[in-house]
């Protein structure tokens, strides 16, 4: 029972090692089990917990709101989609958000899913024709490369996904749009820094708490693009 006047003490689930499981999904299904944001996800009807990441970003800096419309890149398994919707109510019959991933996702009302590797030439202009035409008030990306194990060569390929975001947001957003993208440790640095600091009223970069601590992501968060040079 809690005690009063203090939450409810969480006992800690420990995992068994079993002969099929590697040490590794041991390590990983204890986390899942004991993780807080994993329990939050599951009562409040969110498919992840990284939905967190984006409430606390959001919460924070204020980058969504009542019917704007928002590109979604790497959006599945669709946590980010899912608080899109909710804060700015879309619905199928008027969507404003647009997401895009190579995996597969399961439909989110509201939503319109495109199945597709964002590195594509043809991308850009599937993400505008699904805008319907309109300019975006919003890219968000949580887009990450599979990891290699080789540090410097996550690093690079996550920049590089950063990079493409950041010019397809600079071609997509309305002046006063606002741009969140998944950077590494160190933060965005040199030339596309100083592009986004150019581009944009203001550059922030932020660890939401959701962020696991040992996990090597921050975000960046650039508001108030300038518009079009
Ligand atoms: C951390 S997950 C995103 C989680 C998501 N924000 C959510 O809340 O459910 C990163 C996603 O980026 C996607 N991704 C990575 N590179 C991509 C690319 N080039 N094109 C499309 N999706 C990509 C991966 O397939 C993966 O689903």
Redesign the pocket.
């Known amino acids: 029972m809690a005690e009063k006047g203090g939450p409810p003490r969480r006992l800690k689930v420990r995992v068994k090692t079993a002969k099929r499981r590697s040490a590794a999904s041991t390590r990983w299904l204890e986390r899942q089990l004991n993780d807080p944001y994993v329990a939050r996800a599951k009562s409040e009807g969110y ?2 917990r ?2 967190y ?2 409430i606390e970003i959001d919460d924070r800096y204020h980058v969504l709101g009542a019917g704007k419309r928002v590109v ?10 899912e608080v899109a919707v909710a804060r700015t109510g879309s619905t199928d019959t008027d969507p404003h958000v647009v997401a ?4 597969d996702m399961d439909p989110i009302p509201g939503v319109v899913i495109l199945k ?4 594509d030439d043809d ?1 850009p202009a599937a993400l505008e024709a699904a805008l319907g035409g309109h300019r975006a008030d919003v890219v968000m990306s ?5 990891t290699t194990g080789h540090r410097p060569t996550d690093h690079l390929r996550t920049i590089h ?1 950063c990079e493409v975001a950041a010019d397809f947001a600079e071609s997509i957003l309305k002046p006063g749009g606002h741009f969140v993208a ?1 950077v590494f440790q160190g933060g965005t640095e040199g030339q596309l820094l100083a592009n986004l600091k150019r581009s944009f009223a203001t550059v922030h970069h932020v660890k939401p708490p959701a962020s696991r601590a040992e996990s090597v992501e921050l975000y960046l968060v650039a508001k108030g693009f300038r518009g079009q040079s």
């Open positions: 498919r992840a990284s939905a990441k984006l979604d890149l790497g959006a599945a398994p669709g946590g980010w989609s895009i991933d190579y995996l597709k590797d964002f590195l991308a949580d887009m990450a490369a599979p996904l998944k």
